[in-house]
C-alpha cells in the first residue's frame, strides 16, 4: 500500500521560499508518476507539478512554471518541491499523489484524477504580509 506523507509548509511573506517534501512508501517495482496539487479554500485541487520517476521528465502548470521546481530522491522515496517567489495565490494545502505509469522517457506525466491517485494528507501553505 502507497502512503504519502507531506511535510514542509508554512507561512511566508510574498517573494519567500518555502520547500515542501513528501515521504513515500510502499512503492513496488515499476515507474511512477509523482504529483504536487494543491487546493485553496472553496477551489477544486488542481495539479501543481509532476515528474516520472525513472526518466525525470517533469510537468508544470502555468501558474507556477519558473517558480517552482519538482523532484525526488534518487530512490524515488521523497518527492520536493521547492517554491520560489512565492504569492499569496499561492496560499493552499498542497497534497503529493502517487501512481503506478509507464516507463517513457521523453514524455512528462499528466497529473490525473483524484481517483487515479494515492494521497497524502496534505501540507498547509499561506503567504501573507
Known amino acids: 500500500e502507497v502512503q504519502l506523507v507531506e511535510s514542509g509548509g508554512g507561512s511566508v511573506q510574498p517573494g519567500g521560499s518555502l520547500r515542501l517534501s513528501c515521504a513515500a512508501s510502499g512503492f513496488s517495482t515499476g515507474t511512477y508518476c509523482l504529483v504536487w496539487f494543491r487546493q485553496a479554500p472553496g477551489k477544486g485541487r488542481d495539479g501543481v507539478a509532476s515528474?516520472?520517476?525513472?526518466?525525470?521528465?517533469?510537468y508544470y502548470s502555468g501558474y507556477v512554471k519558473g517558480r517552482f521546481t519538482i523532484s525526488h530522491t534518487n530512490d524515488g522515496k521523497i518527492l520536493y518541491l521547492q517554491m520560489n517567489n512565492l504569492k499569496p495565490e499561492d496560499s493552499a494545502m498542497y497534497y503529493c499523489a502517487a501512481r503506478r505509469t509507464s516507463y517513457s522517457p521523453g514524455l512528462a506525466c499528466a497529473f490525473g484524477t483524484v481517483e487515479d491517485n494515492n494521497w497524502g494528507q496534505g501540507t498547509q501553505v499561506t503567504v501573507s504580509s
Open positions: 515528474i516520472r520517476t525513472s526518466t525525470g521528465d517533469t
